[in-house]
């Protein structure tokens, strides 16, 4: 039996980074292709030194450029929370960008990311938004880990996000 869907060119081995994220333009309602988008961890060992990519041809980011000088990269970043995390860690935590404690004896596997994006050389100095920056949490869940991704619907003078899938 053919397939009608037409194939992504994606390996199914391919690996998802963790985070992952896309713009659509609702003017065109088009995909942004090419603006520069830069990761970084706000909290709680934060912020990192920031992971970086462009968007592809159908707006999407699919993986991240590791800075210069061994900085970690994302999946080591997560590893990292899940080593502190759990009943070998002996100190409450407490996330820098939240102020919440987590319980004694256990991390509480939260992250605090920002993506921004450089929406202004996109828009080529129209419009109102320079960059726009999402910040939102992760929370490593015992088990396992999930992906996040978070798509930007972006115009000259609005944007709005989501939790996608």
Same mark, same amino acid.
Request: hydrophobic share 30%; aromatic share 8%.
């Given at each position: 039996?053919? +397939? $009608?869907?037409?194939?992504?060119?994606? /390996?199914?081995?391919?690996?998802? %980074?963790?985070? #992952?994220?896309?713009?659509?333009?609702?003017?065109?309602?088009?995909?942004?292709?090419?603006?520069?988008?830069?990761?970084?961890?706000?909290?709680?060992?934060?912020?990192?030194?920031?992971?970086?990519?462009?968007?592809?041809?159908?707006?999407?980011?699919?993986?991240?450029?590791?800075?210069?000088?061994?900085?970690? +990269? $994302?999946?080591?970043?997560?590893?990292? /929370?899940?080593?502190?995390?759990? %009943?070998?860690? #002996?100190?409450?935590?407490?996330?820098?960008?939240?102020?919440?404690?987590?319980?004694?004896?256990?991390?509480?596997?939260?992250?605090?990311?920002?993506?921004?994006?450089?929406?202004?050389?996109?828009?080529?100095?129209?419009?109102?938004?320079?960059?726009?920056?999402?910040?939102?949490?992760?929370?490593?869940?015992?088990?396992?880990?999930?992906?996040?991704?978070?798509?930007?619907?972006?115009?000259?003078?609005?944007?709005?996000?989501?939790?996608?899938?």
């Amino acid at each position: 039996m053919t +397939s $009608l869907i037409p194939s992504l060119g994606l /390996a199914e081995t391919s690996k998802k %980074p963790p985070i #992952t994220c896309h713009v659509l333009n609702t003017v065109s309602g088009l995909p942004a292709s090419n603006i520069d988008v830069t990761l970084t961890l706000i909290g709680p060992y934060g912020p990192s030194a920031p992971l970086t990519s462009t968007t592809n041809s159908d707006g999407r980011v699919t993986s991240w450029t590791i800075a210069a000088g061994g900085d970690p +990269s $994302l999946e080591e970043l997560f590893n990292n /929370a899940s080593d502190h995390q759990g %009943p070998g860690n #002996t100190k409450a935590s407490v996330s820098e960008a939240t102020g919440e404690k987590g319980p004694e004896g256990k991390g509480s596997g939260e992250m605090v990311w920002a993506l921004k994006f450089d929406v202004g050389k996109y828009f080529k100095g129209e419009g109102f938004w320079t960059e726009v920056e999402v910040r939102f949490r992760t929370k490593i869940e015992p088990g396992g880990r999930e992906h996040w991704h978070v798509p930007l619907l972006l115009s000259p003078y609005a944007y709005s996000t989501y939790r996608g899938s």
